[in-house]
């Protein structure tokens, strides 16, 4: 099955996103909204959403003592976002308080622990740590996998080169959400990701959702560039 396709929207005003949303509805699977967009707009760029019946993807990634992220993942629940994301190194109670706040089936969002962000390399990870050679990158997100399936989230957001360790170790359900995904021929290539791959080598290695954001959004014609994505993990 291909992967979901997930729109990273690096916009700052329902204005921007109301112009990006004419030129590919229809297109796209789920809606990243980030902290730019959130802190600009609020809960009414998810609402503006979901009155168009679009899917949603929170990316605050939360990270705080349990209640407080206990509170903040009610409320986006009860708001109606379809995805929103965590930090695993809060906690397995973090987690798990999390999670038990997003139990009604109908309206129940799909909760993704953030690993080890994109942006770090294994050079940068260790001197961040000051873990230097006492624990690798990769072992890092296994780990924190682990503590998320642990908790009862339904996956993690990480990298593509940890995909396939994570499905042997969590299981082929576990949902493993990707940003670093680059597409060279779209004119956009490294920017500030460091570990990145293509749309086709994502898929061939578990992925079960893509975030694209620049490539698409900084074309002259999007629906060029989501077509060009969706026949690379469609074939």
Avoid at 113 to 119: N, W
Wanted: some cysteine.
């Amino acid at each position: 099955m291909a992967p979901k396709l997930v729109l990273a929207l690096d916009l700052e005003t329902i204005n921007q996103v109301k112009k990006i949303l004419a030129k590919v509805t229809g297109w796209i699977d789920y809606y990243k909204i980030g902290y730019k967009l959130y802190f600009r707009s609020g809960p009414r760029v998810v609402r503006f959403f979901k009155s168009k019946g679009e899917r949603v993807f929170l990316d605050l990634k939360l990270f705080d003592i349990p209640s407080v992220v206990e509170s903040a993942s009610l409320y986006f629940t009860k708001l109606g976002v379809d995805i929103f994301n965590l930090h695993t190194l809060g906690g397995l109670e973090m987690m798990q308080r999390a999670r038990a706040v997003c139990q009604n089936p109908k309206t129940r969002p799909l909760l993704l622990g953030v690993t080890i962000l994109t942006t770090m390399d294994e050079k940068i990870f260790q001197e961040t740590l000051g873990i230097k050679g006492h624990l690798r990158l990769r072992d890092a997100v296994l780990y924190l996998s682990l503590q998320a399936k642990k908790a009862g989230l339904d996956g993690v957001v990480s990298s593509p080169f940890e995909i396939e360790e994570i499905k042997r170790e969590c299981g082929k359900d576990f949902l493993v959400l990707c940003p670093g995904i680059r597409i060279p021929t779209a004119g956009v290539v490294k920017d500030d990701q460091k570990r990145f791959l293509t749309p086709r080598e994502a898929k061939e290695r578990g992925a079960d959702f893509l975030v694209i954001g620049r490539p698409i959004l900084q074309s002259p014609d999007p629906v060029e560039v989501i077509e060009m994505i969706k026949k690379e993990i469609e074939d």
